[in-house]
């Protein structure tokens, strides 16, 4: 069974960094591709970034190449997501969520387990 628990939110100021954690407690980290959701309030959730079981093929939304960077330590059963450059519109909740699936997607639906999510604030 897949429980997703994320960490690592927080209030920062545009420019900074936030380095967000999601803990899989299940028993079937390493078999899954993992992804990074976010959503903004009154706005829909949208992806941000996806990373392969292997942790060797990655995807990210336009809105944060080159500043977000996903990661995983299998050992660890852990996902992080690196934010770097920091802008007000990142403000939302970040979710993580499981797929079973071997290729990460930018559709809700293709990922089976989600966490309940952390809160990330950008002031400007």
């Known amino acids: 069974q897949v429980q997703l628990a994320e960490s690592g939110g927080g209030l920062v100021q545009a420019g900074g960094s936030l380095k967000l954690s999601c803990v899989d407690s299940g028993r079937s980290f390493s078999r899954n591709t993992m992804g990074w959701f976010r959503q903004a309030p009154g706005k829909e959730r949208e992806f941000v970034a996806g990373i392969t079981w292997s942790g060797g093929s990655t995807l990210y939304a336009d809105s944060v190449k080159a500043r977000f960077t996903i990661s995983r330590d299998n050992a660890k059963d852990t996902v992080f997501l690196q934010m770097n450059s920091l802008k007000p519109e990142d403000t939302a909740a970040y979710y993580c969520?499981?797929?079973?699936?071997?290729?990460?997607?930018?559709?809700?639906?293709?990922?089976?387990?989600w966490g309940r999510g952390t809160r990330v604030t950008v002031s400007s």
């Open positions: 969520a499981a797929s079973t699936r071997y290729s990460p997607s930018s559709l809700q639906e293709r990922y089976d387990y």
